[in-house]
């Protein structure tokens, strides 16, 4: 019973670097998230998809890209890491009907 | 707008007492408000919800929180601390599914437990 899967779990990047990080969810869920978690911060929005094909800023998208070519995969990318953006990644997703989420694990990215 | 407060970062308690987490909301819509947890180096997991349906939301762990609209709040309780309920909780804000489900976050509150 996988749920939200998110890799890598650890990354290190140097300022300017690309990565991609990948969210992959096996309950057939429509919709899907991704947050950064900065201390005192609580967890922001970055992007998020209301379905295969479809994408929309949330609340902090600056700096990132998303695509979800696929329903049960999400992925968010960095084209030039930058040090404002070490925090802590997670990828959530929710049924269309339902109002909960399901969170991956995490990613902490270190950009330096 | 929506947005979710969090009164207080850091929560101690002494094991067996009462643990109150203070949380206040803005919304314009009814909201759908939730609780969180997450302990250390993991994601977030589901405590509670609140739907529109009973205002006094029983969650797992013997947590419950209050929904009371005139005070725009929806404190997290627990009759009795115990030390593995140590952990971040976050209370977060939706619009429901007109909105797509997003939620707001509060900053969350550590709640540490002491013998």
């Known amino acids: 019973n996988a749920g939200v899967t998110q890799t890598p779990k650890f990354r290190v990047l140097k300022t300017g670097q690309s990565m991609t990080l990948l969210c992959a969810q096996d309950?057939?869920?429509?919709?899907m998230y991704w947050y950064r978690q900065d201390p005192g911060m609580g967890l922001r929005l970055i992007h998020y998809?209301?379905?295969?094909?479809?994408?929309a800023k949330g609340e902090v998208p600056d700096g990132y890209n998303v695509s979800r070519l696929k329903k049960q995969n999400f992925l968010l990318g960095l084209e030039s890491a930058a040090p404002s953006q070490t925090s802590v990644y997670f990828c959530a997703s929710t049924a269309l009907a339902k109002n909960i989420q399901y969170f991956g694990a995490g990613t902490r990215l270190s950009v330096l | 707008a929506q947005s979710v407060t969090q009164l207080g970062s850091h929560v101690s308690v002494s094991e067996g007492a009462l643990v109150l987490l203070r949380c206040n909301y803005s919304s314009s819509v009814p909201p759908y408000l939730f609780w969180y947890v997450q302990y250390p180096n993991q994601g977030l997991q589901l405590l509670l919800k609140?739907?529109?349906?009973?205002?006094l939301v029983k969650g797992i762990n013997d947590f419950e929180a209050e929904f009371k609209k005139s005070e725009t709040s929806f404190h997290l309780t627990k009759p009795s601390a115990h030390m593995s309920d140590a952990a971040e909780y976050f209370c977060a804000v939706s619009d429901g599914t007109g909105g797509y489900n997003k939620l707001i976050f509060g900053a969350g509150t550590r709640l540490a437990v002491h013998p």
């Open positions: 609140y739907t529109s349906a009973a205002t």
């Open positions: 998809s209301v379905g295969e094909g479809t994408t």
């Open positions: 309950m057939n869920h429509e919709y």
